[in-house]
């Protein structure tokens, strides 16, 4: 069964540096979404993202973050100038449809961010 | 913005018991609830989805219930088993036809099962 991937699994960094997290969804889905989860915390929504364009984002997403879908395939969120607090887990997650006919998302395993 | 708030914290039962945790939303608009189970350290996944047009829906122990005019629903789990021991979210989510949407997670239900 297709599964979303992320890599990596596991990033480390100084505060102050910028991070790329990768995500390839599920190959025939057309909505993508990153989530955070802080330790022992709920799930955050980040950000959707479809036809090549934002649609929602959510008051943690501010100008230190941005989404890319630079091939097709790849579906990456990078944090510009990473600070203690964005030490979290963070979830991608693909559906293959949205808006009216909005179905189930797909979560990724997670990339756990580390910020010294 | 929406704001979802989920009951209890935390929930010990039996096994075979009944688990019900309840959840409430602030934006009518919200028109899809997800509900996610999470082990520790691994992703949420879907166990069951409600959509605003649709009051209740059952998949095999797991029913959901929708009250679209005191904008809460609720999870139900039947003959809980140890298996079910994890964290549950509520989601309320705004979806509309032309773009992918926006999500709103509850605090999480810690459940426990006791064998």
Redesign the interface.
């Known amino acids: 069964e297709p599964e979303v991937t992320q890599t990596p699994s596991h990033q480390v960094t100084q505060m102050g540096q910028e991070v790329i997290l990768r995500c390839v969804p599920i190959s025939n889905h057309l909505y993508f979404y990153w989530y955070r989860q802080i330790l022992g915390q709920k799930v955050e929504f980040l950000v959707s993202f479809y036809n090549n364009e934002i649609s929602e984002k959510s008051e943690i997403f501010d100008d230190q973050f941005s989404v890319e879908r630079p091939d097709g395939s790849n579906f990456t969120l990078k944090i510009r100038s990473t600070k203690l607090e964005d030490s979290a887990m963070y979830f991608c997650a693909s559906s293959p449809l949205g808006g009216a006919a909005y179905n189930e998302q797909f979560f990724g395993p997670g990339t756990r961010l580390t910020v010294l | 913005?929406e704001n979802v708030e989920q009951h209890p914290s935390t929930l010990s039962v039996q096994e075979g018991d009944s688990a019900v945790i309840k959840c409430t939303y602030s934006d009518s608009a919200s028109?899809?609830f997800?509900w996610?189970k999470?082990e520790l350290g691994?992703?949420?996944?879907?166990i069951i989805?409600i959509?605003s047009n649709v009051g209740e829906k059952k998949d095999q122990r797991i029913a959901v219930t929708l009250n679209k005019t005191a904008k809460h629903f609720s999870l139900h789990i039947t003959e809980t088993q140890p298996e079910d021991s994890a964290v549950y979210?509520c989601?309320a989510?705004?979806?509309?036809?032309?773009?992918?949407?926006?999500?709103?997670?509850?605090?999480?239900t810690t459940l426990t099962v006791k064998p």
């Open positions: 913005g028109n899809y997800p996610y999470q691994k992703r949420p996944q879907l989805d959509r979210f989601a989510s705004i979806m509309l036809s032309t773009n992918a949407g926006k999500s709103t997670f509850g605090d999480g």
